[in-house]
């Protein structure tokens, strides 16, 4: 079977996604588990610790930046895990699905280095979490802090994890049974959600940055130019930064 952003966009609006066994595997086989991990987007914790990294900046973040090179970076093994679920075919349908605006990043940088970050997939109001990477500590978290404020600005109803695991757990992170999934899938894909809401606020406090002396541009990944429309003319926008304090603002005054 090819994977083809419509057939990804079919399966994920029926609650199923694509695994392969290994990263040199010709085949992948589909996945609906029994019981569903999601994180509440009104039940985000975040540590103290983890708070004073993303209100210090640590990170410059961004979305969309470099969607491929996530891609790659998640699917490198690593201790504990010498093999991946992402294959070729898993790598190109997504990237594809990126082009056509349904699938999203979120990159954190280090000195103009890739230090971490996830990506997943958006239908309606509901974000899919496929996976994220870290290369330097707490990148990952700080990449899920960002696409939590991200997506409650937005306006999204489900953020998806796939799996309940002790690491997202920490976040508040719970499971739900199949059939519980199925309703609240149903009712964010009737909704809408927008992934760049947030990028009107980024832009007036890049601004005021760059009035003050302290604002610098994100580092320009290797993907595609800013702006490109994919193949049905759904945008493919790269986001400016968001600092961190305006992060955790947003997130005390949505909660």
């Given at each position: 079977m090819t994977l083809t952003p419509a057939l990804l966009i079919r399966a994920y609006a029926a609650g199923v996604f694509p695994m392969a066994e290994q990263r040199d595997s010709?085949?992948?086989?589909?996945?609906e588990p029994r019981r569903r991990g999601i994180l509440p987007l009104d039940?985000?914790?975040?540590?103290?610790s983890l708070a004073k990294v993303v209100r210090q900046d640590r990170f410059t973040v961004t979305a969309n930046r470099c969607f491929r090179d996530v891609m790659l970076a998640c699917a490198e093994p690593r201790p504990g895990r010498e093999q991946t679920w992402i294959n070729d075919s898993i790598l190109e349908a997504y990237t594809a699905l990126h082009h056509k605006g349904f699938a999203h990043s979120i990159e954190c940088w280090r000195e103009g280095r890739l230090a971490g970050g996830l990506y997943g997939v958006s239908l309606g109001a509901a974000f899919f979490g496929e996976s994220m990477f870290s290369r330097m500590t707490d990148a990952s978290k700080v990449a899920l802090v960002h696409l939590v404020a991200r997506l409650k600005v937005g306006g999204f109803r489900l953020l998806d994890t796939q799996f309940l695991?002790?690491?997202l757990a920490r976040f508040g992170t719970i499971e739900i049974s199949r059939i519980e999934?199925?309703?609240r899938l149903r009712a964010a894909l009737e909704a809408e959600g927008d992934f760049f809401a947030i990028d009107s606020l980024a832009?007036?406090?890049a601004a005021g940055e760059t009035a003050s002396g302290r604002y610098s541009a994100p580092p320009?990944?290797?993907e595609e130019a800013a702006g490109a429309a994919g193949a049905e003319g759904v945008s493919t926008t790269v986001s400016s930064p968001l600092s961190g304090k305006?992060?955790?603002q947003l997130l005390n005054s949505t909660l």
């Open positions: 010709d085949e992948v086989f589909w996945v039940g985000l914790h975040v540590p103290r695991t002790a690491h999934y199925r309703h832009e007036a406090h320009s990944g290797p305006l992060i955790l």
